[in-house]
């Protein structure tokens, strides 16, 4: 059975930092793409950070410069570096990953979702 677990978040100052992790496991043949979305409460879900399999980056506008995506390969795991976290960085943060897996279908998966709260 295919599945995301997010892990990481937490309660943080303004200034603060965290880093989320993903791990993706169950029958992965190849992962094209892994990213970080987020839904703060009331809103839309967005996306945060992406990551294909090429090694490219891009990032929403309100992150540039303060969140960084990068994967372990060997651990079929994505990470979100979040520094200079602010209020509205307050979400819940989503991993999502576009996977070939071992029934030989491609498929979009989701993790459960990590509570980032920042507040002094």
């Known amino acids: 059975q295919v599945q995301l677990v997010a892990s990481g978040g937490g309660l943080v100052q303004p200034g603060g930092s965290l880093r989320l992790s993903c791990a993706a496991s169950?029958?992965?043949?190849?992962?094209?793409?892994m990213d970080w979305y987020r839904q703060a409460h009331g809103k839309q879900r967005e996306s945060v950070a992406d990551?294909?399999?090429?090694?490219?980056?891009d990032y929403a506008h309100s992150v540039k410069g303060r969140f960084a995506i990068s994967r372990d390969n060997g651990k079929n795991t994505v990470y979100l570096q979040m520094n200079n976290l602010e209020p509205e960085d307050t979400a819940v943060y989503f991993c999502?990953?576009?996977?070939?897996?071992?029934?030989?279908?491609?498929?979009?998966?989701w993790g459960q979702g990590t509570q980032v709260t920042v507040s002094s």
């Open positions: 999502y990953a576009r996977m070939l897996t071992d029934d030989w279908t491609t498929g979009d998966y």
């Open positions: 169950g029958g992965i043949l190849n992962i094209y793409v």
């Open positions: 990551l294909i399999s090429s090694g490219d980056t």
